[in-house]
């Protein structure tokens, strides 16, 4: 985490005024949240629109805070007596100023992550691979927003030589200002789907607010994207200057420097093997195997298998690193209740195109008795969400599994369109989650597996807890 004297921190921030302390202060660690303040930390209270960080400051200071930053429109009798302070005239511009001005110091090499999905995947990728060669950090959580990626950065060490930092957005201009802030030296998009689209209005909007990640992209440094994607290509090659490199990755030979061998990903109950093809030479990279289901997740690694090779890394140390990766939780996660049954949890986030991915992972994997589906609603689809709904309805009635349930609104029109193809006791469609998991449990037996994919804001997690019970 970032030490520096307060005066130090005060010529990184850019309209910092510092209230003298009569002795040096040494600043260990920022912190924007007293409930995990730590000795020694710098305190910067942020103003949200339900809370305001200023209204904490005296408990800061009693939890450990040594210097505190101070919005200037904010009344400075709330100081607490004796507490040095930073003045600003906003706090979070000035939390983005030091983690930007932090990093800059630093010789570390970032790698920034963004896309519609496989973002946290890619990330965790990624890192493991880096780690098995340098000293790596990477975003913890979901700390990826313009709060989240600023104390990302902050918590670097000073021997940090990697840092692998996800990018998220919910509008235009958010990516570009955290790749200013970031100032990578390696971008990965990973793809461009339909989530936001509430926000942005179309595909093409979502590309171009994807596409912002090179905003701040260091001369001579690295676009690694999902050559598939036309509205990427048609960015890169609008956009795009000589001082950068560019490496695609996906599942098509023609479009792409680094791609997947169809026939050869393999989906085993724990983990996915695969080999890959490398350039207009097509060199070969066998023996590949990720710990994540899924020939989605295949694609996510070609983009980390290119990063590793551009930083110099060798084939044994990419293979190793892929296969030790450690997941994030709920996203494809494998589980098993008390009984047996199966449970995959992918209960985090969902869009139309990873909710197809997860529907076709499941139609793979074999040695199951039945094969139950449980999905929520699908979150900030604008105006087409119940075409999109509807449309994994389609899906499913070309895949045909035992069970269907759904859980909400918009998830109802996935039933609706799957009772066309499946009997109609085998579609249930609620908006009760305790009625959801009792009726899953009735019919889930041991030597099934079930799927469970939602909206982060559905809390679908809840009905895999009830059925690890079964």
Known sequence: MIQRSLEQICCMIIDAEL???????AISGVSTDTRTIQQGNLFVPLIGEHYDGHDYAQQAYERGAVAMVWQRDHDSAAIPNGMPILFVNDTLQALQQLASAYRKQLSVRVIGITGSNGKTSTKDMVASVMSTEFRVHKTIGNLNNHIGLPQTLLQLEENTEIAVVEMGMSGRGEIELLSRIASPNAVIITNVGEAHMLQLGSREEIARAKFEIIAGLRDEGVLIYLGDEPLLRGLVAEHMNQ???????????????????????RVQADQTLFSVKVGEQARMLSGLSIPLLGRHNVINALAAIAVAEWLGLDVSSIRSGLKKTIPTG??????????????????????????KAALQLLDELQGYQQKIVVLGDML???????SFHRSIGKLLNSLHFDYIFTFGEMAAYIADEC?????LNRVVATKDKA?????????????DIVLVKASRGKRLEEVVEALRLV
């Open 243 to 265: 001082h950068v490199q560019v490496i695609t990755f996906g599942s098509r030979a023609g479009d792409n420097d680094y791609y997947a061998i169809a026939n050869e990903i």
């Open 419 to 423: 009772r066309a193809s499946y009997p």
């Open 19 to 25: 209230r003298t302390p009569l002795q040096p202060i």
């Open 435 to 447: 009625e959801l998991a009792k009726r899953v449990a009735a019919v889930a037996m041991t030597q």
């Open 380 to 386: 900030e689809l604008g105006p087409q969400s119940e």
């Open 330 to 355: 709920m996203r494809i996660e494998l589980l098993h209740a008390i009984h047996g049954l199966t449970i995959l949890n992918d209960a985090y986030n969902a869009s139309p195109a990873s909710m």
